[in-house]
């Protein structure tokens, strides 16, 4: 029953696609031994069908079949078979019968007469032993390989030089117990090296378990499976990959079709180079070459190739593969991999190393710049205040002028009372105390002048806000009281001291009066300046200069603090900027706002030093 169903479906094939060839088409006959998919006749089918149609020209029809009754005991079928194929032949043009597989080409050179008398026959997928030549006829073409099981071997024990066993994976059907037959004759050079276990009379189960438990120094040699001894027939099985999951032995095989599947790899025979010597002896007949003059050689082993996951898992060197080997499946290195990540992590890294090395440029750069702008600001600073100098050279005359009008006064005294007929000591005394209380007061003046229009020396410390406005109303007021300018002070009592530089919050003082000094003078009456200082929050001291001049309009409030802004016409706008350069160090701020009654009122605020710090009188 079942080979009638194969007959039907058979003939049913060649019926469809016959009718739809083209009349011109080339019609070839596929067939293969046991069935299409046992390896590796079914890989050399592939093979054959790429071939055929990429080499040969115009359309070509391929029709497909398979030897079903050589898996089969009773070969009384086998005329049946013939029978078959003989009318299909004769009812069908066919131009050329290909077969694969030793089973399929010894079966049509026995009954060629009967299935295809007249049609070429080209016979390949076959070792050059399994092949009678005897009866090869005029009309076929054998394209066989060669397989040299000793070199195989020989290449073993040059990879593995301990090696002493080999276990043998090959099936028992007729077909392979002919190799296990011939290749045990073709190994007997071994006997007393090397040690062969046959496999071939076991169930593939109890095969894997006999190539899990195998001995130290074992390699495998794989041949091929297509019934195993309990008569399984293996067909669409991965024999191999079964085979090299639980394999604790390396793993050799002859074809190149196993390559990439669990072999180590070696001399093989390459699949491709037959399929593509088949197509070219197909296009020989087919173009009407006779067959009996295309002499064909073996197709042998070919470039050695290596898989080098297996090298790795075995421990092979490949200092002892053959010169020209290839080594395949080799791991890509992290460069391999990533090299356009590792380019963008490099470029990265370069780029932030080049930003890095930028800003350090730049921060010691604007350091640079910060250290020459302090400098210039601290000149600048000391211009200024050697300017306010020569304006208040009248009042500084002015302090000094006094003890030294007191000094020479009670000089003239002490003289007068010790020229007396009765010379009065005790008044002599008092002018001569006079004139060193007025020789410390003029002392005094020089000191503080000095102090207050030097270069910044002083480091920060405790400074009480009401003995700096008090200090620098003392050297003001000559100048103010000319020019009719009066003055009000509400100082608060119990101010905290604040963290600064003495010398800067008298330069900043100084600069806000003689500011608002300026600005009064374009008013000619009704001159007042009022200076404040109170305590608006817990940490903070806030001091106002309040003038009645014409004020300061919304839109110049904005820009009076910049540099180079100026409203009077001899000015150079730079001491209300040193005003907030100042204020600023101190991490205060300076606003401005108009006065309570007219005029402009200009105000500060420094954070206190803390509850432990002096508090001013």
Not at 91 to 109: C, E, K, M, W
Not at 340 to 364: K, N, T, V
Not at 580 to 606: D, K, P, Y
Request: some cysteine.
């Amino acid at each position: 029953m079942t080979f009638n169903r194969i007959l039907v479906g058979i003939l049913l094939l060649f019926v469809a696609t016959a009718d739809a060839a083209a009349a011109d088409a080339k019609r070839i006959l596929l067939i293969h031994s046991f069935a299409q998919e046992f390896s590796p006749w079914r890989e050399y089918a592939y093979h054959v069908r790429a071939e055929l149609r990429r080499q040969l020209p115009g359309p070509v029809e391929i029709f497909e079949a398979s030897l079903a009754t050589a898996r089969l005991t009773d070969k009384t079928l086998d005329d049946a078979f013939a029978q078959y194929l003989g009318t299909l032949s004769a009812r069908y043009n066919l131009d050329l019968v290909v077969t694969i597989g030793a089973p399929a080409a010894n079966f049509f050179l026995k009954v060629r007469e009967q299935t295809f008398p007249a049609v070429p026959m080209i016979f390949t997928g076959v070792e050059k032993r399994r092949v009678s030549l005897s009866n090869v006829t005029t009309g076929d073409v054998v394209v066989p390989s060669m397989v040299d099981h000793v070199a195989i071997i020989e290449h073993i024990q040059r990879l593995l030089p301990a090696t002493d066993n080999v276990a043998v994976v090959i099936g028992n059907s007729p077909n392979e117990k002919f190799w296990v037959e011939s290749i045990s004759n073709e190994l007997k050079p071994f006997t007393g090296r090397v040690t062969f276990t046959w496999l071939n009379e076991l169930p593939f189960e109890d095969m894997l378990k006999r190539v899990a438990a195998l001995p130290p120094r074992s390699a495998i040699l794989f041949i091929y499976m297509s019934v195993d001894a309990a008569g399984v027939s293996l067909e669409g099985e991965n024999v191999l990959s079964r085979l090299h999951a639980v394999a604790n032995a390396p793993i050799f095989s002859w074809i190149d079709l196993d390559f990439g599947q669990g072999i180590v790899g070696g001399p093989l025979v390459p699949v491709v180079d037959v399929s593509r010597q088949v197509s070219r002896v197909a296009q020989r007949i087919l173009s009407g070459e006779a067959p009996s003059n295309i002499g064909i050689q073996p197709v042998g082993f070919g470039i050695p190739k290596y898989d080098w996951r297996e090298l790795w898992r075995w421990h092979i060197s490949e200092s002892r593969l053959a010169p020209g080997s290839e080594v395949i499946f080799r791991d890509p290195s992290a460069w391999q991999l990533y090299r356009m990540q590792i380019l963008a992590i490099a470029a990265a890294i370069l780029l932030q190393a080049a930003l890095i090395a930028w800003l350090i440029y730049e921060h010691r750069r604007r350091h640079t710049a910060e250290l020459t702008a302090r400098g210039a600001l601290s000149e600048l600073t000391q211009m200024n205040r050697i300017a306010t100098a020569g304006q208040l050279s009248a009042s500084i005359a002015h302090e000094i002028n006094q003890p030294l009008a007191a000094i020479s006064t009670n000089a003239s005294a002490a003289q007068l009372w010790l020229k007396a007929k009765t010379p009065n000591l005790d008044e002599a005394l008092a002018a001569l105390s006079g004139i060193v209380n007025a020789s410390h007061r003029a002392s005094d003046i020089v000191s503080n002048l000095r102090a207050m229009f030097r270069k910044d020396g002083q480091q920060n410390g405790p400074v009480e806000v009401n003995s700096i406005i008090l200090s620098v109303l003392e050297l003001v007021q000559i100048e103010l009281q000319k020019l009719n300018i009066g003055v009000h002070t509400q100082l608060a009592d119990g101010l905290p001291a604040v963290t600064g530089n003495k010398i800067q919050l008298q330069q900043l003082v100084l600069n806000l009066i003689m500011n608002a000094k300026d600005a009064m003078l374009l008013t000619p009456t009704n001159r007042e300046l009022l200076i404040k200082s109170e305590q608006i929050e817990p940490e903070s001291v806030q001091v106002s200069i309040e003038d009645s001049g014409p004020g300061v309009s919304p839109s110049d409030a904005e820009k009076i603090f910049q540099p180079m802004f100026t409203t009077k016409a001899q000015g150079m706008g730079m001491g209300l900027a040193i005003c907030r350069s100042i204020v600023e160090a101190h991490q205060g701020r300076i606003w401005v706002t108009a006065g309570n009654q007219r005029g402009a009122a200009f105000r500060f605020s420094l954070p206190a030093s803390g509850p432990e710090a002096g508090r001013s009188n």
